[in-house]
Nanobody
Framework: QVQLVESGGGLVQPGGSLRLSCAAS????????MSWYRQAPGKERELVAF???????NYADSVKGRFTISRDNTKNTVYLQMNSLKPEDTAVYYC??????????WGKGTLVTVSS
């Protein structure tokens, strides 16, 4: 059974930091590209950060220099380190696993609220 389980969300003040984790199981994690998406209230889901199976990363312009995506294939886990958080970063953050020829998978999300 495939699972992507996000954790690490919560309430943080502007300027603060959070580290999200996404634990994967039920598929060959190392073969998949992994991404973090987010969806704010009333807005469409958007790509935040991407890491290929080989470790190449890419970021949305809005988070460049503040967020860092990484993966640990020994733990089947992808991370999102979020620094200098802003109120506009408030959203539900989702983990996504992608492979060009196999099924893709989504987690259920974790809520990040940036507020004083």
């Amino acid at each position: 059974q495939v699972q992507l389980v996000e954790s690490g969300g919560g309430l943080v003040q502007p300027g603060g930091s959070l580290r999200l984790s996404c634990a994967a199981s039920g598929f060959t994690f190392s073969r998949y590209a992994m991404s973090w998406y987010r969806q704010a209230p009333g807005k469409e889901r958007e790509l935040v950060a991407f890491i290929s199976s080989g470790g190449i990363t890419n970021y949305a312009d809005s988070v460049k220099g503040r967020f860092t995506i990484s993966r640990d294939n020994t733990k089947n886990t992808v991370y999102l380190q979020m620094n200098s958080l802003k109120p506009e970063d408030t959203a539900v953050y989702y983990c996504h696993a992608f492979h060009p020829t196999l099924n893709d998978y989504w987690g259920k999300g974790t809520l990040v609220t940036v507020s004083s």
